[in-house]
């Protein structure tokens, strides 16, 4: 466990999958992550790499090559190493180092840098190619943050507030035995107050939004979320078919890449949301939570 503290946080990260577990904000003594309770979901906050959601037939071809990979990879499941930490920040990394051939035919190092300023926790992902030609990923944010916060509240105080990018149309999408379906344009977007039913079908899930927040209307307690620039976002908790109800947490999950489209060639480099990155280049991208 790696911790990074300033006069507001105090985040908790775990070395595998290079996880944060927890955040307790040092005004009002709330921690806002989920606990990884494995009776509902057994994680916390973790890293999707070098696919997120699902594959048609978990399975996808580079160079008529097929490969089988489960749902959001395998990045979640390895231990970083610390390359860098202070007090209010710290840098993991990872390098494949040829250990996933059979599962993923690319060479990477792959950076997680989390820096605390006030009360926002930044991340930022830095991806390097050690391939001789290009490689195909997408990786994704999967935070699950603990709703509610306080025993006096409901999962129903909490609201999820959107705010679209500018010039740029926001698209709906859904997911069919974990396969994506696109339902139609969504520019007219409008708040959401939290219920079970909206996870009756899995993840809501959109493009093109810029921030997202989640807070109650009780306290005003609750998450902003930045993620200027990121193509998806997935919004996620757990359905109990057995009596309606909805576990004790929402993630909200800025992704870069998305699960296969039911007409899926099965082709990595022609995957919906896939990114290419030539060789020896670095993709990097990065997100912010506020907490509130």
Request: aromatic share 14%; proline share 4%.
């Amino acid at each position: 466990m790696v911790e990074i503290e300033n006069d507001w946080l105090k985040v908790i990260i775990k070395n595998d999958g290079a996880e944060v577990c927890k955040v307790q904000h040092k005004e009002n003594g709330l921690n806002y992550m989920w606990t990884g309770d494995s009776a509902y979901w057994g994680r916390v906050s973790p890293v999707l790499f070098p696919i997120v959601g699902r594959l048609k037939g978990d399975r996808y071809m580079v160079e008529g090559q097929t490969y089988h990979m489960s749902q959001h990879g395998f990045l979640r499941d390895v231990r970083f190493s610390v390359a860098s930490q202070t007090k209010d920040r710290v840098s993991f990394l990872f390098e494949s180092a040829g250990n996933f051939k059979n599962i993923y035919p690319y060479e990477f190092k792959v950076l997680i840098h989390y820096i605390l300023q006030k009360n926002v926790l930044t991340v930022t992902w830095e991806i390097i190619n050690d391939n001789e030609g290009e490689m195909y990923f997408s990786i994704g944010a999967h935070p699950a943050f603990k709703i509610p916060l306080l025993e006096k509240e409901t999962i129903e105080n909490y609201s999820l507030k959107f705010f679209p990018a500018k010039n740029k149309h926001v698209m709906e999408y859904e997911l069919k035995e974990s396969l994506l379906l696109e339902k139609g344009p969504a520019d007219d977007i409008e708040a959401i107050q939290l219920c079970p039913s909206l996870f009756v079908n899995d993840a809501l899930i959109y493009s093109n939004i810029d921030r997202i927040t989640l807070t109650s209307n009780i306290t005003k307690c609750g998450v902003d979320v930045m993620l200027k620039d990121f193509p998806f976002v997935g919004i996620w908790s757990k359905y109990k078919e057995t009596d309606g109800s909805l576990a004790p947490f929402v993630c909200i999950e800025p992704w870069y890449g998305i699960a296969d489209r039911q007409d899926s060639t099965g082709k990595l480099k022609e995957k919906f949301g896939v990114n290419r990155l030539a060789q020896e280049d670095k993709f990097r991208a990065q997100y912010s939570i506020r907490f509130i």
